[in-house]
């Protein structure tokens, strides 16, 4: 199947400082790219859906300016956590989903676990 | 509004048997697409089926098999003669139509024990 890499699998950070966490589709272009959270033992939530080359579309109670999404091409989406704080801990995964037809298979990155501390 | 029940938070059984965890989704949606996903300790997601709502085929994959049944809403995984390495969080997903957003159910932690 497809792959997606995301980087970095884990990142600790101070209080305060930003984070950027990478999304790439190794071998297909993604359109289309999504960003999800899980807290510990819980289910994944999505925060936003990336576009490449628009602006992302955020759900509903993800604040836009704190997760900071860019899709500048078609194998890249960043997510960067500003003035993170230690309620961000979060284990993100991103997914990106192969084009070609009506709900095609998203594939997912390894996830980031993130520690503010 | 789309949601996905996973009833079973945790299931515990010993290796070889046969463990079947059940998925109850809602959508208004004509065309839907259901996913199993499969979560190890690393916190990867590994994918293990998708099913359009227009096929209501059973299917099997070596020990693995879903049950998909409209007039229930229910997408149930059964895994037979389950093996240690089957342990993690199983998590069901549903997505609407074109997009690929997906729903996730709460997840089933499933323990096999030797």
């Known amino acids: 199947g497809a792959v997606v890499s995301q980087h970095p699998s884990r990142v600790i950070c101070k209080s305060g400082t930003s984070v950027k966490i990478e999304c790439r589709s190794l071998d297909f272009q993604a359109t289309t790219m999504f960003w999800y959270r899980q807290f510990p033992k819980q289910s994944l939530m999505l925060m936003a859906t990336?576009?490449?080359?628009?602006?992302?579309?955020?759900e509903q109670g993800v604040e836009k300016d704190k997760f900071l999404i860019n899709h500048a091409s078609l194998t890249l989406s960043t997510l960067t956590v500003t003035s993170a704080h230690p309620e961000d801990s979060s284990f993100y995964i991103c997914?990106?989903?192969?084009?070609?037809?009506?709900?095609?298979?998203?594939?997912f990155g390894q996830g980031t676990r993130l520690t503010v501390v | 509004a789309q949601k996905v029940t996973q009833a079973q938070t945790e299931i515990s059984v010993v290796e070889k048997e046969d463990v079947t965890l059940d998925c109850v989704y809602e959508t208004r949606d004509t065309t839907y697409y259901l996913f199993w996903y499969k979560q190890p300790p690393s916190g990867e997601l590994v994918f293990l089926i998708r099913r359009n709502s227009f096929d209501e085929q059973n299917e099997i994959s070596g020990r693995y098999s879903w049950n998909f049944q409209k007039s229930t809403s229910s997408f149930n995984f059964t895994i037979t003669a389950s093996q240690v390495v089957d342990s993690a969080v199983y998590f069901c997903a549903l997505s609407e139509g074109y997009g690929n957003k997906l729903v996730f159910g709460a997840g089933t932690i499933l323990r096999v024990k030797s």
């Open positions: 997914s990106a989903r192969v084009p070609g037809g009506l709900n095609t298979e998203a594939f």
């Open positions: 990336s576009n490449e080359g628009s602006k992302a579309t955020y």
